[in-house]
């Protein structure tokens, strides 16, 4: 995700915000769902108590929102606010308790004891917030099969992949990621890319009731920074590769690394997945040899694709595994994507699915929304949208679409504003090297001004590149897909990239309706029509 992602609701539109209310609420109180406020923190190191244990709770709330009489309110520090805070709130909604990492003898004016209200201090209140919901919610995770997907680039498509897999063998699986949450009969577009942990324990509650086999979840930098997975049991954990991302909240690429190792580190992970083609991969592969499937392309492994062949149609290669080896055609386009197909195998493999059922999967798989989505309305050139929001990400894409593409690749696409200024450069350096035109626009601006983040990514455009010829700047993000539609000539192709499936953008003003696909929809009819 390239927001932060617990700051991510304050631009959201109406419309995201509804379905972020509606994720929050949506999991209702059933019978046997009460616990005493004793077995919740049962084990769990507390710095103190004050008050009794002895209290039966009825849900557990970190927004103070959505505190009901006989609530456990769990305080966490975000990035903007402290729920510190909101702890007199939650009392007057009708907390019971509250768990915070402000010593108990700083509530003196809160008068506990007349309220009736327990308080427990720990020393980490997002892992107590991560405990205190798995206990809550019966450990979901040791009732379903959790796959965690991280890395920087093909979580998503992992996922799908593995969604496609199990279908085939009618399995009942759901998908909580980027784009949605999705399984059974609940379906709604995902706010962030993880939950925060109190509503994952409850989807993951919800989808063991319903007797869902297994999750598919992607795992972001930021949740495993700020615990939302921690002591998570999962019976897979995969790491697909990792590049430039996030920088504006981890720091360093260091950080960045280092958050994503938690992933295995935090957690029970059964077996592991790893793509060592990747640096950072072999370095997970070395830390954790038990129960590890390698995965490469370049470097030997345990499951690899060999002879492959990419086409504007599609891909193909051989699957060689440690049962044996299949062709596998494809629809996804792309060596990044096959990258994603045999992680994904690979995960299936390891959870003793058959190398039939899984070649059935991933020959199923038409496409993932939002990721080299085609916009096909009859015309005599290509416009794909994809969500490439990262230098390795649009490399991987452009070098895609140029190897089938006998015209030019025409490049639209802009930097996300207050995040990751750095890459703004790399991302202006990548387009202009892999694309025969480049078209410089916004993304989602938020707070900044659009102008000033295309001067950050023309720091990374070539001195030698010339606006008009090799570039033109476009801020306004309707009109530059318009002119690189209107652009476009027999046998090239448009690349939209950044958005991908979104269908909103973001301004300081606030949030638009925005969908790239309908857009480039739109542009393309109208110069059908000739206007």
Known sequence: MKCFENEQKTYFSKSIRKNLNFMRNIYKMKN???????????????????????????????????????????AIHGLKQDGFKFINDAIARGASAFITETPIDRFAGLDINKNKVTAICVKDSRSALAWVGAEFYHQPSNRID???????????????????????KNGRSGIIGTINCCYGNTSFASPITTPESLNLNQMLHEMAEQKIDQCFLEVSSHSLSLKRVCGMNFSVGVFTNLSRDHLDFHGTMDNYKEAKKKLFRCNHIKKLVVNIDDSVGREIATEFPENLLTVGIKKHADVMAEDYSLSELGSSFVLKTPLGSCNIQTHLLGLHNIYNLILAASAALHQGLSLDHIAQGLRSVLGVPGRFERVSCAQNFSVVVDYAHTDEALRNVLRAARGFTSGRVITVFGCGGDRDIGKRKEMGRVAIEESGFSVITSDNPRTENPQ?????????????????????????????????????????????????????QVFKTGSIHFDDREIAEEAVKGVSKGD
Request: glycine share 10%; net charge positive; aromatic share 8%.
């Open 32 to 74: 046997g769902l009460g616990r005493k406020l004793s077995a919740l923190i049962q084990e769990f190191p507390v710095k103190n108590i004050q008050g009794t244990l002895n209290r039966e709770i009825s849900s557990i709330a970190f927004d103070s929102r959505e505190v009901k009489k006989g609530s456990l309110f769990v």
């Open 146 to 168: 959790v796959f965690g997907v991280t890395g920087t680039n093909g979580k998503t498509t992992v996922t799908y992949v593995l969604d496609s897999i199990y279908k085939i």
């Open 452 to 504: 000033c983040i295309v001067d950050d990514i023309l720091k990374g455009v070539p001195s030698s590149a010339c606006q008009g010829k090799d570039y033109e700047i476009i801020i306004d993000r309707r009109e530059a897909i318009r002119f690189a539609v209107e652009k476009a000539k027999p046998g090239d192709l448009v690349m939209i990239a950044g958005k991908g499936h979104e269908k909103f």
